[in-house]
């Protein structure tokens, strides 16, 4: 028969038993964390203090890709998305004047854009935007609800200073009171043809008319 261990040395073992992953954690929590350089940590906390993004829809397709950015980037700090159904109504008409077909359709699209930021858990506000001038409409409603970002999705046969899209990016550009982004997929981007628009319409789906695109 083995001899029983002698009780200091039975402690002696236990007491390393225990003394090594108490040290290993006191280790851990000690250790100091790697320095952030301080243009580092200011690129974070900068966005992180966006709240409140807008995201305005022109072109559906690109505007869900817009959607889905704008959710993302809000994700981690919980920020409101707005989902503004953009349509631009001539001078000569009264600026509330009923659009029961334009109505409908931008209650199905921004119920669809809803769900993207549903699916990421995010509070969207939806609202048919009315306005004369798309970039200086877009502009003035991210100034009257301090909006911190504004994201718009653009085809990628847009150029700038070619098309209505294309020019209310750059009216945004030089207009908006906060940050804005613009998503202008590269011609062979993933997805960057998924949205050919039927014949006789454009990318909207509405048909094709002189007016701006969104307009009336």
Do not use: N
């Amino acid at each position: 028969m083995s001899e029983p261990l002698h009780p200091s040395l039975l402690g002696g073992i236990l007491a390393a038993v225990f003394a090594i992953p108490m040290a290993a954690l006191l280790i851990w929590m000690l250790r100091l964390p790697r320095p952030v350089p301080q243009e580092v940590a200011r690129a974070v906390r900068s966005v992180g203090a966006v709240q409140t993004i807008l995201v305005p829809i022109l072109e559906h397709y690109y505007s869900e890709r817009a959607v889905e950015l704008a959710s993302r980037l809000g994700q981690m700090q919980k920020a409101t998305i707005l989902l503004g159904y953009v349509v631009e109504v001539p001078r000569m008409l009264p600026l509330g004047v009923p659009l029961p077909q334009v109505e409908e359709q931008a209650r199905e699209f921004l119920a669809q854009a809803k769900t993207i930021c549903g699916m990421h858990a995010l509070q969207a506000q939806v609202e048919l935007l009315r306005v004369r001038e798309v970039g200086e409409g877009i502009a003035r409603v991210a100034r009257d609800r301090g909006v911190d970002l504004i994201v718009l999705g653009i085809s990628p046969g847009e150029r700038l200073s070619e098309g209505s899209t294309a020019r209310t990016a750059e009216s945004l550009l030089r207009h908006a009171p906060c940050e804005v982004i613009i998503d202008r997929l590269a011609e062979t981007s993933i997805g960057a043809d998924a949205s050919e628009p039927p014949a006789g319409a454009d990318r909207t789906g509405r048909p094709r008319k002189e007016a701006p695109r969104g307009s009336v």
